[in-house]
């Protein structure tokens, strides 16, 4: 695989080695930024790091973020922060300078994961892209683009596109996510489900799930999860439920095979009317669900 061009050094990289021991910004002016192929980067507990609107980070082949501190991606509707691989000539040009011999695809890099004891990130217009590589020895919860792991962290206006599994999952979320578009490229690939929530209760607002197998999966929650303005387009399945506790309020699904799957659930609708099925092979499973 061709390396960096001449900037190839510490200079693409966040830090001199594997982890983030001191607050840092990253700065759009020394764009790109470099996680190397294989490494497993670590932002320490204790530690902030800052990312500039406009940032691109280029992750190499099976690279990680695990973030134990906090992380601040919060671009901008015109200056949006990007995690991508870094075969992606398409943001800051050919950074690896092999011309077009390499191409990105999804799972082309691992995951940016955020866990405890983080409690400060921020996820705002953000864009992830081509991540999602995950191998049998992956746990669960870091089988995402995006991982959450018993963190506190609030997600808004981001992009989800192209992973190889999920787009983003969040275990035991409490937070918010908001304004969000998750798009995983194909409603055929069972693994290909846009947001996941396993045992949490989060507030989920004003979001679009399209072209995923499932657009949104929560799993065995013990407290209820607010479900509320959000868009479920040509997916396999818009919403899936599995033991699960939801308040429904203002939903459209449409184009997809299954609007609403659920087992084992507990559904409260605010508002019958307010939830619209349009185009629909199956408007829920089992049927007359509400």
Do not use: C
């Not at 082949?61 to 990007?82: K, P, R």
């Not at 919860?141 to 999952?169: C, K, P």
């Not at 396999?236 to 799957?261: C, E, H, P, R, W």
């Amino acid at each position: 695989m061709a390396t960096p061009k001449q900037r190839n050094s510490i200079n693409y990289q966040i830090a001199n080695g594997g982890s983030l021991s001191a607050n840092k910004t990253l700065l759009k002016s020394k764009n790109p930024y470099i996680i190397p192929t294989s490494q497993d980067f670590v932002v320490n507990a204790g530690v902030t790091l800052t990312v500039e609107p406009g940032v691109v980070i280029k992750m190499g082949d099976q690279s990680s973020m695990t973030v134990s501190g906090d992380i601040i991606s919060s671009g901008t509707a015109s200056n949006i922060i990007t995690f991508t691989s870094l075969y992606d000539d398409s943001y800051e040009g050919d950074t690896n300078g092999d011309s077009s011999a390499s191409s990105p695809a999804a799972g082309s890099w691992k995951y940016l994961r955020i866990q405890g004891p983080s409690q400060n990130s921020q996820i705002n217009y953000t864009r992830f892209k081509y991540g999602g590589r995950y191998f049998t020895s992956t746990a669960l919860d870091a089988r995402a683009m995006l991982s959450i792991y018993e963190a506190t962290t609030t997600i808004s206006n981001s992009t989800f596109e192209e992973s190889q599994i999920a787009g983003l999952r969040a275990t035991r979320f409490y937070g918010t996510i908001s304004g969000s578009t998750f798009n995983t490229g194909t409603t055929t690939n069972t693994d290909k489900v846009g947001l996941y929530i396993y045992e949490g209760s989060p507030t989920i607002s004003g979001n679009t799930f399209s072209n995923n197998y499932q657009g949104l999966n929560i799993e065995l929650s013990s407290a209820t999860s607010t479900i509320s303005n959000n868009t479920f387009s040509n997916n396999y399945i818009g919403l899936y439920l599995t033991l699960a506790k939801v308040s429904l309020d203002n939903l459209l699904f449409s184009n997809n095979t299954t609007g609403i799957q659920s087992s084992n659930s507990t559904i409260s609708v605010l508002n019958p009317a307010s939830i619209t099925f349009t185009n629909n092979t199956a408007t829920t499973t089992p049927g007359g669900l509400f």
